[in-house]
Each structure stands twice: as C-alpha cells, then as structure tokens.
C-alpha cells in the first residue's frame, strides 16, 4: 500500500486549506486513518484520526474545532479540512493508516504503518 499526500502550500492566517492522501494497493489491509504533522526543529505531533469501521473522528486540542478528517467509503482518500489557519500550523503533515484495528484509538506514530511523504503548510501572519 502506498500513499500519497497532495494540496499543501502557503495560505494566510485564518485562511483554509484541504490536504488529500491518495491510498494506493490493497486498501482492504487500511484500518485507521490519521494525520500528523512535524513543524521546523520540532517532534511529529498528532492532528487527529479517524476510525475504521466506526468513522469515529479524534483530534488533537490544538486543532480541534478547526481541523476535520474525513475518509471515503471505499477507503482510497483520506481528507484533512483545515480552518482558521494560524501561524503555529505551519509544519510538514504526514498521512498515515494503520494495518490492524485498535480498540483505542491510536494516537501514537507507532502504531502506523503506512505513511505517506508528506506535504509542506505554510501559513503566513
């Protein structure tokens, strides 16, 4: 299984953005779909998931409210809606999916298998 991340660039504060992340291969081995992201000299950070089967939707509280995850029925997209853009946004973010189901949702990079190469957000002040 590949993905591949798309829709990053620069946008301004309190600006909008949707990134996509395009599932390729067996997409019957996806379980949980996440987003993450790693700001200049700063550790990966989780954004949120959403999970599989259920659809339930985890976010981190610096996003929560402003980000929203969503995933196609057929699991081949992945989508992260951003708004209200601000500054401390600005970070490469990575998709990811994971290979087995987890009662709790994972908000751990380990727990992810799949990743894809990530796309650069810049939000301008």
């Known amino acids: 299984v590949q993905l591949q991340a798309s829709g990053g660039g620069l946008v301004q504060t309190g600006g909008s953005m949707r990134l996509s992340c395009k599932a390729l291969g067996q997409t019957d081995r996806l379980f949980h779909a996440g987003w993450f992201r790693q700001a200049p000299g700063k550790e990966r950070e989780y954004v949120g998931t959403v999970t599989y089967p259920e659809g339930k939707e985890d976010y981190a509280d610096s996003v929560k409210g402003r980000f929203t995850i969503s995933r196609s029925r057929v699991k081949d997209t992945i989508s992260l809606q951003m708004n209200n853009l601000k500054p401390e946004d600005t970070a490469i973010y990575y998709c990811?999916?994971?290979?087995?189901?987890?009662?709790?949702?994972?908000?751990?990079?380990?727990?992810?298998?799949?990743w894809g190469q990530g796309t650069l957000v810049t939000v301008s002040s």
């Open positions: 990811a999916s994971t290979s087995e189901y987890y009662l709790t949702i994972p908000r751990r990079a380990e727990r992810y298998d799949y």
